[in-house]
């Protein structure tokens, strides 16, 4: 199966998913981001994918990143809709079409180079130090980036930041 | 005893590791054996997953395949870990095409999920397997007058058809947890509200709003601080309020991982871990102690 034609099924999945949405409102009134920052309405993210209308650009958009993975919304869901992952999918094909936030890339670059997600600093050695904690096994960086570069992770980094560039 | 291979994520050892302290002084005590692995990022079930999610379930698989080599069940320290590596192991034993590629990409480090073991957080280590009337036998300063709200976050409980351990819209594992204590589990506005931690990523302003929401809700019910079962809501609460004071007015409410309370209840000294937290703690320690 070549590259296009995946993304093509997976996007056919997604409206298929979507069919059932009747637009009560339920996921945006349940949403934590959404009290906040209307401009991210997973109602509107559903209602986009319904009337198949990208015209708003949603895989271009930033704003769906603004997703804080709760799935408040896939509980309350009346009509079943998983919707948290359906814009967890959203994002895998923002990412396949060279779209993703500087702050996300740094995270997945950091993982591919470290293993870990935060930064080891000098500072937080000491205090591991002051509290007599032992030293932890260290991962095998090797693996890591071995699975970056088969998964096409590697890949979808480098081209986001050439995009940006 | 019971032994599990123990998953510190990257949060606790490398942001607030006193809650590791916390882990490492209080679980030996119930009898559980906790046994480091080089073990990597889960990885983070917002930022990989959202990023591609074949690469979120292979570096979720490897980890599990670490535990499966020693035979091992996990424990982990952290809701972010424990989302991903339950939904990862509960999916990957289920659906065949999922697992068979990952698997296919696993191959390429030597490595097979096998699909042997079984992974828990380990609030529900405590509130399962040690339960909480062994919880409360062990209390040697009970947290008596002492006003918690109690914090148990989206990713303990959401998914709840896999992850199955606590109701998502009214969660009371960690309320019981408290009052074993020897506290008092307030009720209070947004109890269930995400800490916004996910949407930091992208907008800090918006995340943090999300964090004040809470703490406002905890002073309001004039709880005496705000206790959780995840190091990344810890971390959006307590060095949380330093960033909120520039969005708004300056809050100073007290915020705890649970295995800290456990141990000081406990009798166990944690001074220089506490003195660690952002938001200092010394009133509420004056209330247990006296």
Known sequence: ?165 | MSKFAFFIGCTIPYRIPFVETSIRKTFPEFGIELMDLPFACCPDPGGVQGFDSITWYTLAARNLCLAEEVNLNIITACSGCFETLKVSNTKLKNDTRLKDKVNEHLNEVGREFKGTIEVKHFAEVLYDEVGIDKIAAKVQKPLTGVRLATHTGCHFVKPPEILQTDNPESPHRLDEMVEALGAQAVPYLNKLMCCGAGTRGVDQDTAIAMAHEKIMGAERAKADALVTICPTCFVQYDVGQRLMAKQFDKTKLPVFVYPELLGISMGMDFTTGLKMHTIKVTPILEKITG
């Open chain 1, 1 to 165: 199966m070549t590259e296009s034609t995946e993304l093509l099924e997976k996007f056919e999945e997604l409206l298929e998913v979507t069919k059932l949405c009747y637009q009560c409102g339920t996921c945006a009134g349940g949403c934590p981001v959404f009290r906040q920052y209307p401009n991210f309405n997973p109602r509107r993210v559903m209602e986009k994918l319904l009337m198949k209308d990208f015209s708003e650009q949603i895989f271009d958009d930033q704003q769906i990143w603004y997703c804080s993975m709760c799935y408040t919304c896939s509980v309350r869901c009346p009509q079943g809709i998983d919707v948290g992952h359906v814009i967890t999918e959203i994002k895998n094909l923002a990412v396949q079409m060279k779209n993703a936030p500087p702050g996300i890339v740094a995270e997945l670059e950091t993982i591919m180079e470290t293993g870990v997600t935060a930064a080891i600093s000098k500072g937080i050695m000491k205090r591991r130090e002051q509290l007599e904690l032992p030293e932890l096994p260290p991962p095998n960086l090797d693996e890591i980036q071995k699975i970056f570069e088969v998964t096409g992770a590697e890949k979808y980094i480098k081209q986001i930041k050439e995009e940006t560039s």
